[in-house]
């Protein structure tokens, strides 16, 4: 799984590396859902730095994750997207649906 996780006292942060395929984000969706549900983390950062690129359904899981989160009265943040991330971000309005921060 192209996924690096690392679990803290308030917050998880996920490592994307490379592409992600259907399954892969299933079991990605699956396994942070159960983090949320089980511990005292606040926050999901998701770290995009290694992702080259997000697909349609990826971008519609960031969705589903950001909905999970916030139902627990947490919150998703994308962390390091590159430029053309970012633009991709900026076109489809999740940039204004989530925190994004560069160089974290």
């Known amino acids: 799984m192209p996924f690096q996780m690392d679990v803290g006292a308030s917050r998880?942060?996920?490592?994307?590396?490379?592409?992600?395929?259907?399954?892969?984000?299933?079991?990605?969706?699956?396994?942070t859902e159960a983090l949320l549900e089980e511990g005292p983390v606040i926050d999901l950062h998701l770290d995009?730095?290694?992702?080259?690129?997000?697909?349609?359904a990826t971008l519609n899981a960031l969705l589903d994750l950001q909905d999970c989160a916030r139902a627990r009265g947490r919150k998703l943040v994308l962390l390091n997207p590159d430029q053309h991330l970012r633009r991709v971000l900026k076109v489809t309005g999740l940039d204004r649906k989530m925190k994004v921060l560069a160089g974290e």
Not at 12 to 31: C, F, K, N, S
């Open 48 to 56: 995009l730095a290694g992702a080259p690129s997000l697909d349609t």
């Open 12 to 31: 998880i942060r996920l490592g994307v590396q490379g592409g992600i395929d259907p399954l892969e984000l299933h079991q990605l969706m699956d396994a």
